[in-house]
């Protein structure tokens, strides 16, 4: 045995064990991608990288830990497995830290990196470091940089003037997905609307291809994730309508996905922060109109779409005309309906539309039922009906929809308006283009030179990266929408690289999760100094086999890396069109049935735990807490147990006396027959992400061992050596400290991660019986030894004849069979 295996054989003492073994760990490197047999088939295993906020909380320690047991599973099967990690290093809290403290963002950043680093290798990770990144190092932001010069020139990078969500706290844009109930995700300030030029990338080309490739995802994705992102990209079908506006030359075309409701369109609806309202309100509705506006954009999108939200709006003082009655309908300015939504604009069909409904009940407008609503309504009914049945009150001028099903009446409407020029079939989504620019320093500078006479101009692939100047502190201040960016002259005047005249660069940064949306393939070759990732060295790895990480990121990250992955996919760099083979979204770790918080006082400190049991405890009750997506209440659970079960079996390893490679077919039958279908049941365990119970069966297997030991020859049976050793290879998907000790305590050199798998001996998985309970009202009264294939009718006739004088002449009124192992008698 080598000096540093070398243990006290008499105390588990968690504090050596974690000193002794972190430097072996070190020195022998043992996870580093491409050091496993020749050949050997390739497995990425992926976390969401942590954003360097202060050190590790129980979410990163859950986290980490769900994923190690599949890193270190597939290194013990004899998998070449990637494990990097990585740092989401640029963001707001570096940059109000900064100025909280008249400070340098990149110090706190990277000060915390290193607070995290050391308590992620304390924390005994299968991680191969030499692939480390941090998304705020040049030498990646480079790479963004890059990226986004590729979607410019493919049409996907595009700046617009827009109505946008502005935080008036952090003082930048914020993307719908980072807007929650109306205020900013991050600092909870109430989010206003502004008017501002901003960069977006056209993930809207993308929607088809994101909603198809999800059926590649069912059943490796959870359900709901894809529920999410379906219902976030929103497709509809249904037609493009045009009304003509009284005093206006063009028509104002509108989406529905409802045609057939046409003659129930009593009124039409302009979003009232569309440039439309302020087009078609007439002089005499002007002062009305913009008192209304200043009101509509103090409420968020969510706010205005809210179902209970009064519906508030004023006339315009204009008609439309509804193409298929000729009638004039109303124009009113309304806040239910989206500057960005299609036009928009909507035909108000209050019949059949309970916004719409709501709004002309407020108002006083007409409303028409166009769909009969089916037996069981009440007499007279005034809402509105939104369900199938047939239509009615819907014939006119060369169409007559009366008698049909909605669907007959949607196709047939639809083909009456391409008919008459009036429509077309379409398609839309909800989905809107990515809002990335922001007006923030501590991010990647958008690598574009504005010219006076050359317009936007790229930044030249040689000139990357566009490197952020020296600001700190109250020069990372800004006010009325400028970046902090605008306030360095000598870094934003630039000669243009197109025709050396005066220029000045883009003042604003990228969304961090442009950087996150791509780092996993950077992970593949993070030392190439060519391209973003060298495709050839991508190409084994992706897609990642599995990413585990937080169900809040089903619709941001997620749907962003999809895209990106599907851009790049075009542009030849990749093989592949998803990014994430499987996803395992982990529960909250919460406390006292609430999420954890400094101001409710029910925050647990990570480190404190790992003082007080150790690193392997705090694992081992994370994992084994539960299904990795249920929540993990830690007032609920007890490291204290954990800790006292890695003590058990720490302990066998000492009672071993049998030599290693001993031949365990002469030991302990049964025992054998335990530790076999164990490891066949991890496996299964594994495979299912049930990681949970894999440690139930260890702490079985434990407990059969002790037993093993103590009623029979003790250590010295061979049996028990292949049984504890067992435990030690699974241990060491938990509780890597611990095992590694029990490892060295049998006489192996290190390291107990990169051994063998244990091979299941198939004969030993056989039952040859198995035992029956036999319960006459519910209490047992036989019990069987039986086939593990005995049919329902033997099993019944046996255990009715073993309990027969229990039964005593009474009516049997019930037998309930689960065969092979329960029969339960109920008698009258």
Not at 99 to 123: F, K, L
Not at 363 to 383: C, K, N
Not at 439 to 447: D, E, K, L, N, V
Request: hydrophobic share 40%; proline share 7%.
């Amino acid at each position: 045995m080598s000096a540093e295996a070398r243990t006290d054989p008499e105390v588990y003492d968690v504090a050596a064990i974690q000193e002794r073994w972190r430097p072996v760990w070190e020195r022998l490197d043992p996870f580093r991608a491409g050091t496993a047999a020749p050949g050997a088939e390739k497995r990425y295993a992926l976390t969401m990288f942590p954003y360097p906020s202060g050190d590790l909380h129980m979410g990163h320690a859950e986290v980490f830990a769900l994923n190690d047991v599949l890193a270190r599973y597939w290194w013990l099967r004899g998998y070449d497995v990637l494990n990097p990690i990585g740092w989401d290093s640029f963001g707001l809290p570096a940059e109000n830290a900064a100025i909280r403290n008249g400070a340098d963002p990149r110090a706190w950043t990277y000060a915390n990196i290193e607070t995290q680093a050391e308590s992620i290798r304390r924390y005994g990770l299968a991680f191969d470091w030499s692939r480390r990144l941090h998304t705020s190092d040049p030498e990646y932001y480079r790479w963004t940089q890059w990226l986004f010069l590729r979607f410019y020139e493919r049409g996907l990078a595009y700046r617009k003037a827009s109505p946008v969500n502005w935080c008036p706290q952090d003082q930048t844009v914020l993307a719908n997905e980072q807007v929650v109930g109306g205020h900013c995700e991050r600092c909870g300030t109430a989010v206003t609307k502004r008017e501002l030029t901003q960069w977006f990338f056209k993930v809207t080309d993308y929607a088809q291809r994101l909603l198809d490739d999800m059926e590649d995802l069912q059943g490796a994705w959870p359900d709901r994730v894809l529920t999410m992102q379906r219902n976030w990209i929103g497709r509809s079908e249904g037609a493009h309508v045009r009304f003509t506006i009284e005093g206006r030359e063009e028509p104002v075309t509108v989406f529905t996905t409802r045609p057939d409701t046409l003659f129930g369109a009593t009124f039409f609806v302009v979003a009232a922060d569309a440039p439309l309202a302020a087009e078609l309100v007439t002089d005499e509705q002007r002062a009305a109109f913009e008192s209304y506006l200043e009101e509509v954009r103090r409420a968020s999108d969510i706010e205005r779409l809210a179902a209970d939200r009064p519906k508030t709006g004023v006339f315009l003082g204009r008609y439309a005309v509804n193409p298929v009655t000729g009638q004039r309908i109303p124009v009113w300015a309304a806040d239910y309906v989206l500057a960005d939504y299609g036009t928009g604009a909507i035909m108000a069909v209050p019949g059949g539309d309970e916004r719409d409904h709501a709004f002309a009940v407020a108002h006083g407008l007409p409303v028409v039922h166009t769909v009969q609503p089916p037996e069981g309504f009440p007499e007279g009914f005034e809402g509105p009906y939104t369900g199938d049945g047939v239509v009615i009150a819907s014939a006119g001028d060369g169409i007559d929809l009366d008698g049909m099903t909605v669907p007959e009446a949607t196709r047939a409407m639809i083909d009456h308006l391409e008919r008459r020029g009036l429509g077309t079939r379409a398609v839309t989504y909800r989905l809107r283009d990515w809002l990335l620019s922001r007006q923030r320093f501590w991010g990647a500078p958008i690598p574009v030179v504005h010219c006076p006479g050359c317009g936007e101009v790229p930044v030249p692939d040689d000139q990357l990266p566009v490197r952020l100047p020296d600001l700190v502190g109250d020069q990372l201040r800004q006010e009325g929408g400028r970046s902090p960016l605008a306030n360095a002259t000598d870094w934003v005047e630039v000669p243009c690289p197109r025709c050396g005249g005066d220029a000045r660069r883009d003042t604003d940064t990228m969304d961090t999760f442009v950087d996150s949306s791509w780092y996993f393939l950077r992970y593949c070759s993070p030392d190439e100094e060519t391209r973003p990732f060298d495709p050839e060295r991508v190409r084994p790895w992706m897609p990642a086999h599995s990413y585990v990480g937080g169900v809040e990121h089903a619709i941001l990250h997620l749907l962003y890396s999809r895209f990106f992955v599907k851009v790049l996919h075009d542009m030849g760099m990749v093989e592949v069109t998803e990014p994430f083979a499987t996803l395992l979204n982990q529960g909250q770790v919460i406390n006292q049935g609430k999420a954890m918080s400094k101001s409710l006082g029910n925050g647990v400190d990570l480190g404190s735990m790992i003082d007080a049991y150790g690193v392997d405890a705090v694992r081992l009750t994370l994992v084994f807490a539960g299904p990795p997506e249920d929540d993990i209440d830690w007032a609920d659970m007890s490291p204290g147990g954990s800790l006292r079960f890695l003590q058990r079996a720490w302990r066998l390893a000492g009672d071993v006396t049998s030599a290693p490679g001993t031949d365990p077919t002469a030991g302990d039958a049964e025992l054998r027959r335990l530790t076999h279908r164990t490891v066949r049941a991890a496996e299964e365990l594994i495979e299912a992400r049930r990681f949970n119970v894999v440690v139930a069966r260890t702490m079985e297997l434990v407990n059969a061992t002790r037993k093993a030991i103590d009623a029979g020859p003790g250590g010295a049976d061979p049996a028990v050596r292949e049984a504890v050793e067992t435990v030690a290879i699974l241990l060491s998907l938990v509780a890597p400290y611990t095992a590694e000790d029990m490892w060295a305590r049998l006489g192996h050199e290190p390291t107990v991660a990169r051994t063998r798998w244990p091979e299941v001996d198939e004969s030993l998985l056989v039952q040859e019986t198995v035992t029956a309970v036999v319960q006459v009202m519910g209490k047992v009264r036989a019990r069987l030894e039986v086939q593990p294939d005995v049919s329902e009718a033997d099993l019944r006739e046996r255990a009715l004849a073993a309990v027969a004088e229990h039964v005593d002449g009474r009516e049997v009124r019930r037998v309930i069979v689960r065969p092979p192992s329960l029969v339960n008698v109920v008698v009258g």
